[in-house]
Structure formats: C-alpha cells, structure tokens
C-alpha cells in the first residue's frame, strides 16, 4: 500500500489514510479505512486504478455509503469516492449528470427547472453512478425509466458509452461489463410545472417520513421475495424492537436496522441473521439482502 500511497502523492491525487467508516456509511458502523482516493478526472480515476489493480491493492467505488457495511476490523484497501464527477447539465429535456451527484440533489434541481419524471429520487440516500448499478427506484418510479446512456470507464481503462437499452435492469439491478466504473448518464425527463413537482416531491417525502425510521440505517435490510416485500414476512417474526447491541429492528418499519448510536456492523448482521432465520422457519422464505457487506481483506 505505500507504493500505492507515493504514487498518487506524486500524481497529487487527493486522498486520505485512516478514514473512519462512520463518515463513509449512512450506517454508521465498521473500523478505519486504510485509504480513500478522491479522483477529480477521469484521468486521476484512470490512473489510480491501475496503480490499485498493478499493485493488486483491494479496491472499490463506495458511493453514497447508503446500502453497504464496512467491516469492524477495518478495511486494508483503498475505497474510490466519486464526489467530484459532480456534472449537472439540462438541455431541455435531455440531462446529463454525473456519477458523484446525490439523488435527492438531482430531484432538487429538476424541479426547480421545472423537468418532472425524478421525484421518486428525492428521499433515496446516495449518489446517482449507485442509483444506476442498483437501479434506484421508489413510488412506482425507477431510474432505468429515465436512462438513456450510460458512460463508464471500462477494466480496460477505456470510456465507453451505452445506450441503456444495451443494459439489462432488473429490480434494484443492473448488469454492467465487469469491472465497469460508471462516470456519467444521460436520461430524459418532461416538461412540468415547478411548483407541482415541487408538491409532489413534498407528499413523497412526506409518506417516506412517515412510514420509515429517521435513525441511521442502511436502508432496506432484505429484499423483496417474488412480489411480496420483506416486511410482510418479518412482521411474523414478532422481532420488531429486538435489539442487539446498539443495533435496533425499527418498530416503524421491520425491513429497516437502526443505528442507536454505536452499533457495529457485527450486531447489524447478528440481528439481520436472526431475522433471517426467524422467517424461514416460520414462512419458509430465504430472504435475501440489499444491504452490501464490504469484507475486509487480508493485508497488502
């Protein structure tokens, strides 16, 4: 990893050693983060790549941090924040943006210029090069309904742009070329007036803010089995309120974990396990999750 660290220091590639997952997650939990690299071009992302895969450095695109865990040991790799490809460009209804931005800010902004088709993304947490690998969606909406073109930097180091019907989508899925590194989109929205998006977005928060706990979390814990949400099966459980360490099953919504404060990402999963388990017992149904757990690899 020094190698690694001297190369980007010579290149003044910004990055940050010993980075604490608790600013990295919406979760909040995991140990420290050997490296996170901050690239500002597609050149520094380039770069930095290759260094990571010449070295064979252990390495991945965090993203938002929104439906990932980060182990408690610490992470003896390098994480790659895409912060920076922060594009926001309207031409009509055609928009270009890039991987960095945050959902929320997108819906903002296409209402404030007045484009309706994102509101559904106005409450999901994290950034929109996540929101297109999990085909982020909400309210009925997805974001393959929008998506046009996808632009990503290829294993190869090549950048390549895909009509989005190249790219299969699935519920909260999307099958990229591996090792594909997504820079940017474009999508196409309608014409609508700003002060009825803006209402709109306002009831969606209003439901999410109602029906979902406000504490830290990773979002849904399990995904939907077949048509029926996860929540279905766990409400039969009986474990809404079990709590594991400071790890908490939300009584507000049994498909969400909360963080009380200093939960680790060990009793998340002994929580999420239990739950797991409980359900297939009693319903005979493997639930499945849609939070990420990011191990931790050996040392480099």
């Known amino acids: 990893m020094e190698k690694t660290i001297t190369a980007l220091r010579e290149r003044e590639i910004p990055f940050a050693e010993g980075v604490s997952a608790e600013r990295l997650t919406t979760f909040g939990s995991g140990g420290r983060v050997r490296c996170v690299i901050s690239p500002r071009s597609v050149k520094e992302l380039r770069f930095a790549l290759k260094v990571l895969s010449d070295r064979r450095v252990p390495s991945r695109v965090i993203g938002g941090g929104s439906n990932v865990l980060l182990p408690d040991q610490g992470y003896n790799g390098a994480l790659l924040s895409l912060a920076c490809f922060d594009l926001l460009q309207a031409r009509g209804c055609e928009v270009s943006v890039g991987s960095g931005v945050k959902m929320p800010l997108f819906a903002a902004r296409m209402a404030q210029t007045g484009l309706c088709g994102a509101e559904f993304l106005c409450g999901i947490p994290g950034v929109m090069g996540g ?62 007036d700003s002060v009825s998006i803006k209402a709109r977005m306002r009831e969606m928060m209003n439901k999410r803010l109602s029906s979902q706990p406000h504490e830290r979390s990773a979002g849904s814990v399990f995904r939907k089995t077949g048509n029926t949400s996860a929540a279905i099966y766990i409400e039969q459980t009986g474990l809404k309120g079990k709590r594991i360490g400071g790890a908490l099953l939300s009584a507000k919504h049994c498909n969400f974990i909360v963080n009380e404060g200093s939960a680790t ?12 388990e409980r359900v297939a017992a009693l319903c005979g149904v493997r639930l499945d999750y849609e939070v990420e757990r990011i191990c931790s690899p050996t040392k480099s």
């Open 131 to 192: 929101g297109v690998i999990t085909n982020a969606g909400a309210f009925g909406g997805m974001l393959s309904d929008l998506l046009t073109e996808v632009t990503f930097l290829s294993a190869e180091g090549e950048v390549v742009r895909l009509p989005a019907s190249c790219l299969t989508f699935g519920y909260h899925s999307a099958v990229l070329p591996r090792g594909a590194t997504v820079l940017s989109m474009k999508m196409r929205l309608a014409q609508g």
């Open 265 to 276: 990402t060990q009793e998340y999963y002994a929580l999420a396990e239990l739950v797991r």
